[in-house]
């Protein structure tokens, strides 16, 4: 610091003519000050959210802490411990007092990473996501603080916002986290009673901060604790649980050892790799693992499962068991060590190995389901899958099954019964291509037919066009023409299920082929991977349209064009992982209902498909006590919905915003109607001057009036219009000429709680303005309007008596409450923004004082213009004050009669009684404006402010 101090006074000794040293110095100065703040960096308390991004930033490495780590190493393996407990725990967790009461707790898990876990966050972020864990992630860094607790009013208790803690990275929490820091949350953790889980980072990460040499095997941590602490933490092989049925794994030779459920195998010793390796091919076991039903584990090794002193040199074959695959390559199963502070009082897990391994992620959801202080997992152990195969009567000529590949699918139909019972492959037909082919195929085709009792059939469309591209009356002939194919082939298909080919019309959705489906085959169920989006595919969601079921499709990594062992990504290898704790478990593991899509040439040459599902269902019973069945489509579309009944209601996305929905949408159709601007209220705040002063530029167009709504949409915040569909809200806006910027305004989207999320689907790049009038003058105006309106609630009551400024709290009358809740609610309008910038950028929100609309409107407009970039027009031409009305109006055309009322001044006792009411809202607001959204601070919040110091 001397020498930085020294560097300064230098620098201001400095004359003009010798302006390049002085620069010079005032660099060196700068990067002092930078080289002190990464110093720093981890001695703050401070969290920003975290941005899921495909792309990673390359940071540097910690070339002291890798130095001081491997010395921390070397003095571990020279010292052994006992696994028995300890009285000395991390001072982190250090506590002799349990909890004195258990506070309440929200349902969502908070997910902690630092810079060097990067990779290990994302993908516990997409297992959480997966799962429907309501998570949210934060970076530790310096610009923010999160707030682990909310209070409903100042004489509630606390309520904390997180029933479950876990943490990416235990490095930086013992190691680089002040102790300030990490008392938050050891604190939060004590207090709410709430579980805390430490992982590892993944091997990228490890290889991305140089890390992997610190440990025995390249790209992964063996090492469930930092090397500092590791000896002050009672380290056991085993959960303080008893075998339940009901959790996800199943060890079974350890089960019946301890009589307690072990979650992982302690055989991991150097000197027997080798026979496990040997053990594992003389037994000729499927699947990478040495643990599945053919393979015993040498009786030997027996009595590592009951260890219970240990050397630190022992630590990593204690916490692992090492295997060699067929490659050579060492492999590490997980190690999940336990500790819980004090009796009754929270539990801290460290898992051992990183989250990419399948085996952890089985552990995780243990730990989720059993540990959470709320029901964070909402489904059981039982699995629901339909296999689909798609076309079974199109393919190119030479790749179509034959009666040999006939004979093997109900061969292979009848095996995978014994693992979930009642499986049968459902196929699906296009009537058009039936015994096409080479005489081989034929054959296989009229095999497929005598042998239609054994499957499921559904139909597709008959010659195997996409919907989209026809009209209503083809698309009702080619059905009609589906439906006798299958009458005359005696195939069965009355179960309501049917697949659109290419997905077609499904979503983005075109509703002639709903009102087909519905009309000719009574469908009630369907599915697809484009909603949302085909990628993410751990994203993808289902949802009811006009009455059909969507549910959402998976893949299985088998395309038309993967008929063998080459053609599928990553080859062989991949192939076998992919069931055997690959990709296709992870699917069948994160989701209760499974509906895999496949091809009939993935049953013909190699016959993949039936592989790839004998070993996924083989490796699940093995390795999980998952409880595997199937039922019929419509029973798994009424289970997927009784899960999740939020995704009934469809959020529509951009049918423009994807390429692949460019591709399945009309191309008569196009997204230029929708609008790029949205007024979103609140009410009575002048939107309606606002909506008709916009419509006099020429380059500016509105929606049409409708006999509902009048010159409102209201699509995003009504459920019945909402339902209508992306058509529907299109069609309510006339067709542009000449880049005309179109826009609608509804002041119900303001306070409406899914109006921002379902805008930013349909509408990522809106613009949106909101109006903010003294929120005092907004409520009684909008009590007045109901007057006006002859509401029957607002003639029978009072205003004092509608706001509750003279009345009890405990109000019964529901009518009462709801004019209360339109009356106060919008005006508390930090709260709302806040909705809405968590989901746009403060860049596309316009804010606007409604004050200053209604006496100085012009230059209003002169700024409304700005925001949307349009060529200035001069409102003062065309806005006239009308002296009879009390405000401006276009060429003297004024607002009905409905708008600028007179009513009496309120009253005195109701005009204190709402300062004081929004008072803190109003506070937040200034805040929130001069932190975020950087607009000017309306004059009339200007002298609230004024009135809260005085």
Sequence with gaps: MGQFLRLVLQFLRCRMSHRKICIFLLLISLLFIFVLINKNHYHSSDLVPFEYSEKTTKL???????????????????????LQPTTTLPKAFASTKAPRQTNQVQGRVLLMYDFISTHTAKGLKVILDSLRVPVDTYKYRLEQTISLTEEKDTASRPIGKYSLLIFADHISFFHKWTPKVRDRFTNYSRQFNVTTIFIPQDGRDLKDRHYHHLFSYKGHSSLPLTPTTVDQVHISTKLNLHYSKNNLLLPKSLIAKSGVWHTFPTLASAEIQNHIF???NRTNCTGPHPRNHRCNLPSQLDHLINRTQFSASNFEEMCTWIYTDSQGSINKSPCILNEQVTEGGPQIFFI??????????ILLMDLLRLFSRTRVLRFDRKRSILIDIDDIFVAPEGLKMNKNDVQALVQTQEKLRSFVPGLTFNLGFCGAYYKRGTPAEVEGSHELVRRSNNFQWFGHIFNHLQPHLLPLANLT?????SKQFAQNTSIAVGHGYSVSPHHSGVYPVYPPLYETWGRIWNITMTTTEEYPNIYPEHLRRGFIHRGIMVLPRQTCRLFTHTISYETFPGGKE???????????????????????????????????ALQLFSDLFQFTRTWTNLELTTDRPLNLGKRYFDIFPEDKTPIWGSPCGDKRHIDIYPPSKNC?????????????????????????????????????????VQFFSNETLYNYGVEWYMEQFPVPHNNQVIFEKSATYFTHPLAPKRVKALLPN?????????????????????QAHNSPVALKYTFSEVIGSNSASNITDRGLLSLRQHCLSPGQYQRHLNLWLDHFLPEQLLLIDGETLAIKPSIVMETVQEFLNLEMLDYNEIL????????????NHCLGPSKGRKYPDIAVGDLKFLEQYYRVDNVKLAQLLRRHVKTPIPDWLTTQLSAIRS
């Excluded at 002939?477 to 023409?481: H, I």
């Excluded at 690959?582 to 989701?591: E, I």
């Design 574 to 608: 991949a192939f076998h992982e992919a069931g055997n704790g690959g990709t296709v478990f992870n699917t069948l593991l994160f989701n209760p209902i499974s509906i895999f899509m496949t091809h009939v040439t993935n049953y013909a040459t190699d016959r993949l």
């Design 880 to 891: 006239k004050w009308n002296s009879g009305k009390g405000f401006y109006c276009v060429n």
């Design 278 to 280: 040997k053990l594992v």
């Design 352 to 361: 051992g190995t990183p989250i990419n391994f399948w085996l952890t992620k």
């Design 477 to 481: 002939t080619l059905m009609t023409q």
């Design 60 to 82: 540097r490495t910690l070339k002291e802490s890798v130095v001081q780590s491997n010395a921390t190493i070397r003095n571990i393996i020279e010292t052994p411990f006992s």
């Design 672 to 712: 230029s109607r929708l609008p790029s601007l949205l007024i979103l209220g609140p009410q009575k705040t002048g939107t309606t001057a606002l909506y008709t002063f916009l419509k006099e530029h020429p380059l500016i167009s509105a929606n049409k009036n409708n006999k509902d709504h009048y010159e409102e």
């Design 766 to 786: 809106i613009k949106l303005v909101v109006i903010l009038l003294d929120p005092v003058n907004r409520a009684y105006s909008w009590y007045q309007h109901m």
